[in-house]
Each structure stands twice: as structure tokens, then as C-alpha cells.
């Protein structure tokens, strides 16, 4: 099975800083990769697919990029509304989804 | 407007049964493949299983293997959960997801609020 890990697992930052996450898969795994974001007692939210799409009405501070087995999330300037925990995911083609294992993002 | 509402969380005992719905509504339901997602009180997301727009293709996660059965009944926009032999390590907040696709594959663009599931005794 493919192995999916994150870093850093948790993070605080200012306000405007730029945050990078960084997620790794345990073989190559092409574009399909997708990042979440998962508000305390909410359901998940789609954030960027195939890696490097953002998905409607996301706002454009939010990016992605990477393929085969490294890819890297970005917010380019911090909010307080992002507070969240964000999870990556791949699909392998052999009917096998597995999420990373999350990054917890803080306001400092 | 999609909406994606799970009924039939509860608390059951080990080795019990207990079957999961998740009634959909506001897309073409037959046009898309749907997933069970779980996550276990202060722990990560985990797939449980996903199901293709015809019910022909269907994966499992192994923790969940030969003790889990997904279906989907398209005339009623209705997805389910069989889940037997449960054990203590089934206790989390059960999400249904839309896939964006026919074939079981990722993303998944809406989920539902989520059913809790309690395996205690």
C-alpha cells in the first residue's frame, strides 16, 4: 500500500507569513494528489485537486504543486480563518485512497 | 444545492451490526461514485470504502475488509454502510462523501456532517 507523510505535523505562524506543508508519497503516485482543510467539528473541505488546481470559490492565497512522490501546499499569506488541519490524499489505481496524516495550523 | 445526510450512527456493542445511510440530493446521484470516510475521535481522516456510479467497481480500505459492504440504490439517491463484527476501533464520526467522477477516484468536492458511531460495551 502507499504511504502517505506530512510535515511539519503542526505549525503556529504570524498573520501574512507564508505556510508550506509538505506531504510525501511511498511511491509514485503522478498529479493525483488532493489537499483538504478541516475546521474544528466541520467536515472537510476541498481545497486544491490533481495537485496543482484550485477548486472553485477557494480563494487564490491557496496553491499547490509537486508530482511523483513529493508536493508541497502552500498559503501565501496567512489568515485567521485558515486555522484548520489540513490533510493531503492520494488515489493509487487499484481502488486505494489513503489521507496523509495531517498538519494542524496555528495563529502565533 | 448538494446536500449529503448520514442517519443510523449509534452505539452498538463488539461484534454487533450496524448499517449506515446517507441520503443525497441536488446532483444527477447516478452520475458519480460515493465513499464512506471515518474519522475516530481526535484522529486523522480514513477511507473506509468507495463505490463506482453502477455499483460495478468497489474498494475497501483492509482495516474494514470482508466486515464492511458499501451499496447504493440510484432510484432511491441513497448510499449505505453494512458494517458487521464491529470492534472498538470502528468508534468515529462517519462522513459520506461525492466523489467527482463515476469511477471510484479523488476528489471528493461535498461531504456530509458526519454519523457517530460508538462500539462500546
Known amino acids: 500500500d502507499i504511504q502517505m507523510t506530512q510535515s511539519p505535523s503542526s505549525l503556529s505562524a504570524s498573520v501574512g507569513d507564508r505556510v508550506t506543508i509538505t506531504c510525501q508519497a511511498s511511491q509514485d503516485i503522478s498529479n493525483y494528489l488532493n489537499w483538504y482543510q478541516q475546521k474544528p467539528g466541520k467536515a472537510p473541505k476541498l481545497l486544491i485537486y490533481?495537485?496543482?488546481n484550485l477548486e472553485t470559490g477557494v480563494p487564490s492565497r491557496f496553491s499547490g504543486s509537486g508530482s511523483g512522490t513529493d508536493f508541497t501546499f502552500t498559503i501565501s499569506s496567512l489568515q485567521p480563518e485558515d486555522i484548520a488541519t489540513y490533510y493531503c490524499?492520494?488515489?493509487?489505481?487499484?481502488?486505494?485512497?489513503?489521507f496523509g496524516p495531517g498538519t494542524k495550523v496555528d495563529i502565533k | 444545492e448538494v446536500q449529503l445526510v448520514e442517519s443510523g450512527g449509534g452505539l452498538v456493542q463488539p461484534g454487533r451490526s450496524l448499517r449506515l445511510s446517507c441520503a443525497a440530493s441536488?446532483?444527477?446521484?447516478?452520475?458519480?461514485?460515493m465513499h464512506w470516510v471515518r474519522q475516530a475521535p481526535g484522529k486523522g481522516l480514513e477511507w473506509v470504502s468507495g463505490?463506482?456510479?453502477?455499483?460495478?467497481?468497489?474498494g475497501y480500505a483492509d482495516s474494514v475488509k470482508g466486515r464492511f459492504t458499501i451499496s447504493r440504490d440510484n432510484a432511491k439517491n441513497s448510499l449505505y454502510l453494512q458494517m458487521n463484527s464491529l470492534r472498538a476501533e470502528d468508534t468515529a464520526l462517519y462522513y459520506c462523501?461525492?466523489?467527482?467522477?463515476?469511477?471510484?477516484?479523488?476528489?471528493?468536492?461535498?461531504w456530509g456532517q458526519g454519523t457517530l458511531v460508538t462500539v462500546s460495551s
Open positions: 463505490i463506482s456510479w453502477n455499483s460495478g467497481s468497489i
Open positions: 462523501a461525492k466523489d467527482t467522477r463515476a469511477t471510484v477516484t479523488t476528489p471528493f468536492d461535498y
Open positions: 441536488g446532483f444527477t446521484f447516478d452520475d458519480y461514485a
Open positions: 490524499q492520494q488515489y493509487d489505481n487499484l481502488l486505494r485512497i489513503t
Open positions: 490533481d495537485a496543482s
